[in-house]
């Protein structure tokens, strides 16, 4: 099983960039990279996909090094907004249709 | 668009009554369906995910039963529930493996 590696917490002030990394030593040939947000009281919230080294989109950054055993989520410019849970999920366990998700890292954005 | 609605939003129970809590799925078809439960302040736990009509997988052995009785409805159900069943349930669609899945709004029960 592709077992994530997150910190559990993570501090920082708005308009700083946040790089959150996630552990993956065994990720599969397979799997994808996929990280979301939550927000309390709500459903968790797609950022960004990836397979192999960067993806970028409207909202963050993924860099994923050629051994694919991390991955690194990059926020630009954080506001007190970005104030979430974010969770690493790796490829899909067991037969390919569950889903699993970690504890994830609880960001906090300082004003 | 595909859309998934999830109710209610909120519901207080009291010990040993029965628990019903539906999703539907809008604009999609096939697609693989969760439950998830987050307790306060902690990770979310998945429950029972389906890739179909009638199959179910379950995740932990509790009093807790899924159903699955139609394309895009996953029902989430107990006969008696127990203080240890508070918390806030989520219900989520993918198409399979390595795509984004959706989440509803949650449902946040508390078994008093």
């Known amino acids: 099983l592709a077992k994530t590696t997150q910190p559990i917490s993570m501090d920082s002030y708005e308009g700083q960039e946040v790089n959150i990394t996630c552990s993956h030593n065994?990720?599969?040939?397979?799997?994808?990279i996929t990280w979301y947000q939550q927000f309390p009281s709500q459903g968790p919230r797609f950022i960004i996909q990836?397979?192999?080294t960067k993806v970028t989109n409207e909202v963050a950054s993924l860099f994923i090094p050629a051994d694919r055993k991390s991955s690194t989520l990059s926020l630009p410019r954080v506001s007190l907004s970005d104030t979430a849970v974010y969770y690493c999920?790796?490829?899909?366990?067991?037969?390919?249709?569950?889903?699993?998700f970690g504890a994830g890292t609880r960001l906090t954005v300082k004003p | 668009s595909q859309t998934i609605h999830q109710w209610p939003a909120t519901l207080v129970q009291p010990v040993g009554s029965p628990l019903s809590l539906e999703c539907t799925v809008e604009?999609?078809?096939?697609?693989?369906l969760y439950w998830y439960r987050q307790a306060a302040g902690r990770g979310l736990q998945l429950l029972f995910y389906?890739?179909?009509?009638?199959?179910i997988s379950s995740e932990v052995p509790q009093n807790l039963s899924a159903s699955r009785p139609q394309d895009r409805q996953f029902i989430l159900s107990s006969k008696k529930l127990l203080l240890s069943d508070s918390g806030f349930y989520l219900c989520?669609?993918?198409?399979?493996?390595?795509?984004?899945?959706?989440f509803g709004q949650g449902t946040r029960l508390t078994v008093v």
């Open positions: 989520a669609w993918s198409h399979g493996s390595n795509t984004e899945a959706f």
């Open positions: 065994n990720i599969a040939t397979n799997d994808y």
């Open positions: 990836g397979y192999k």
């Open positions: 999920l790796v490829g899909f366990f067991v037969n390919n249709n569950d889903m699993r």
């Open positions: 604009g999609t078809s096939n697609p693989n």
């Open positions: 389906s890739v179909g009509i009638g199959q």
